[in-house]
């Protein structure tokens, strides 16, 4: 029984592996930050919402942890599981950008 | 029983090898199309009233009585959430409303509008003899000049057949998402050169497959084009510039390539200025911005649409030069994809609602801005167009 219970957990892994190895999962925990602070910054400099309006806007299936918006240097940081993220407002034509 | 197995592998293998039905490439602008009288608008816009206009108040009352009604709730986000309609008559506003907290003043995120101002840049480009559709995409941008790659045209960029292994797809599926990717994570950077280097799954020009990498690989080929990233960037000011658009913002990615994929934000009157110039055949008053050829080839459908086998996601569209097209294929069966549009219609397409529609032979243009986060497909966009055409009076006054 144990014998066949390692041979499943070994298929497993081998069925799993390509996907493990994938680089776009390997990123995906960075998408929840990435999306929260890059849209919630175009939301709230480039279209010129308000806080409550854009934390609905960028809102996801996940939580994030934490957030913070920077007036004075319009940066947006967020954390959402695990990875953080920080985009910034440039100027009228060139909108917002995730700087990391 | 192995009888049974060898006569479906057998189907399935005919099936997958029996070769569409041709079919004639359908184009939305005839030869002999003639606009009509159009008023162009300065900082401001005529306006028109509904009987001047030829239509009823009470049918235009419905219209926004169907956008504007909220059919689901806002804290799930479910339901049609319109946040701006504007209907333009021979030029003029006829219809313009906004709602949850948007104003005309309020510049809007276009999502993959922003494509058909890639096409019209390309457009731009090809007027003063920059850029040439059939030249190899890797003569412009050097990571497309190896291997196999090199077969990619141009064309092929603006037609969303380049071949490159892609997949499209948004919340629905973010962990193997390109576009996600592409736009918040792996790409950011630098968005064409993550989409140059996906395999060659196809050989160009042979298969159409929705891919937002693309326009962003063709907004690097643009820049080459140019002469360069400011070069480009003053071309968008000159579109800008010679329409009238005041108000936009173009976000760009780490290597400060426009995201001509979805991050284009304009107000809806200025979005309206976009479709103006594609019902005038490109021309903006008397300055032509993009030839008439130029229009009629983004309003035609992409080639290899006929060759590619349809399923659920490519039955929905109709695909231009980064434009939507309204023809079906009736050589296979298939109905155009928003019925109670005229065949002329076309339209630009952005995610949760975005939409600039041209109906030519109607003389309207109506933008859309909207934040639906249920997927209704051509529903809404099918629905305004039958309303606004519904409240249309005929010339005896009565509507139609």
């Not at chain 2, 069966?333 to 019925?339: K, M, R, S, T």
Request: glycine share 8%.
């Amino acid at each position: 029984m144990k014998k066949i219970l390692i041979a499943l957990a070994a298929l497993l892994l081998l069925v799993l592996l390509p996907f493990l190895s994938s680089p776009k999962l390997r990123a995906f925990p960075g998408i929840i930050s990435a999306f929260y602070a890059k849209e919630w910054c175009s939301c709230h400099y480039v279209m010129k919402r308000d806080e409550t309006f854009c934390h609905n806007y960028a809102r996801q299936f996940i939580d994030i942890d934490q957030f913070e918006n920077n007036e004075q240097e319009t940066t947006v940081t967020v954390q959402g599981l695990g990875v953080t993220t920080r985009a910034m407002y440039i100027g009228e034509r060139e909108g917002c950008l995730i700087l990391e | 029983m192995r009888f049974f197995l060898i006569a479906i592998f057998s189907l399935v293998i005919l099936q997958c090898s029996q070769p569409l039905p041709a079919a004639k490439v359908q184009t939305s602008f005839p030869e002999s199309y003639t606009p009509g009288m159009l008023s162009f608008p300065g900082k401001d816009w005529n306006i028109t009233t509904p009987e001047q206009a030829g239509f009823s108040p009470a049918g235009l009352a419905e219209l926004k009585e169907y956008l504007f009604t909220r059919t689901g709730s806002e804290e799930d986000r479910t339901g049609i959430r319109t946040n701006s309609i504007l209907v333009i008559k021979d030029g003029k506003i006829l219809l313009e409303e906004y709602a949850r907290g948007f104003t005309k003043e309020h510049k809007h995120i276009t999502w993959s509008v922003t494509k058909s101002y890639i096409n019209v840049l390309a457009g731009m480009l090809v007027q003063k003899g920059l850029l040439s559709p059939e030249k190899n995409a890797g003569e412009y941008y050097s990571p497309l000049n190896q291997g196999r790659k090199k077969e990619i045209t141009v064309r092929h960029l603006l037609e969303m057949s380049s071949g490159l292994q892609w997949s499209e797809g948004y919340e629905s599926s973010p962990v193997f998402s390109d576009v996600i990717a592409m736009l918040y994570t792996l790409g950011k950077k630098d968005m064409a050169h993550y989409t140059a280097r996906r395999a060659l799954k196809y050989k160009p020009g042979t298969r159409w497959y929705y891919s937002s990498g693309e326009t962003n690989l063709l907004s690097k080929v643009l820049i080459k084009a140019a002469g360069g990233l400011s070069s480009y960037e003053a071309l968008f000011e000159e579109l800008a510039d010679r329409t009238g658009m005041e108000s936009y913002t173009i976000e760009r990615d780490g290597s400060g390539n426009f995201v001509g994929s979805s991050y284009l934000y304009a107000t809806p009157r200025d979005m309206a200025r976009l479709g103006l110039l594609y019902l005038n055949q490109g021309k903006w008053n008397q300055d032509q911005i993009v030839s008439p050829d130029w229009v009629r080839y983004s309003t035609t459908m992409a080639k290899a649409y006929y060759s590619t086998k349809p399923d659920a996601n490519t039955l929905a569209d109709n695909p231009g030069a980064y434009w939507w097209l309204n023809h079906g294929v009736p050589e296979w069966g298939q109905a155009p994809p928003l019925p109670h549009a005229p065949t002329d219609t076309f339209w630009a397409s952005g995610h949760w609602g975005q939409r600039i529609i041209v109906i030519p032979s109607e003389g309207l243009v109506i933008v859309r801005t909207a934040d639906d986060r249920d997927d209704f497909g051509n529903e809404i966009t099918d629905n305004t167009i039958r309303l606004v055409l519904k409240a249309k009076l005929s010339q005896t006054g009565a509507n139609p």
